[in-house]
């Protein structure tokens, strides 16, 4: 096969290949964030020790020449939503774990057949694998509670996000608006979060 027929034939099997990307609940997106990179709770996942001091030392007014235990000090919720609404430069967007999840749609010439909401994934995963042919088996989820409503992590969202200020929240919402708008996620408020609005 020539280098012309070998691109024709892999162009021709990208053409006929289905794409599928997983969106989360941006509310519980950002606990599990919040969670597994800043919190000094011992979950999955590693923790970012830089955006650690960047939070600490804005939140809590640390010199710069004053040391940090990073190992054994880590920010608030509060501390941690307070800088990511206030951030004017946006330092957080810029690691993956915190980052818009629709700039993640918008890959140069990239197209997805389907978008699917996390919490659904359990249901939709099967169906839409078996659509596609596709026999292999997708993690489940962190939490083996089946129910999303049911998930720790919602559970804590719930509680610490309604424990915030109003402005806070808006502020929140405006930085991931989209987010919400893509799928339809519903507030941390209403009965079924974390499900988007059917």
Known sequence: MTAGNQWKHFADKLNEAQSFVVLRNPWVRAMSGYRQKLSLENVQGNILPNLRNIILRHERNIPKDTEIDLENTAPTFLEYITYFVNDKKDLLMKDVHFRRQYTFLSINKTRYDYILPMEY???LSRGLLEKLNINIELPDAYDSVRDPRNQSSVIMTKQLFSSLDKDVIEKFYEKYKYDFLLLNYS??????????KI
């Not at 507030?187 to 988007?196: G, R, V």
């Open 121 to 123: 994934l359990d249901q």
């Open 187 to 196: 507030n941390f408020s209403d009965p079924e979060f974390p499900f988007p």
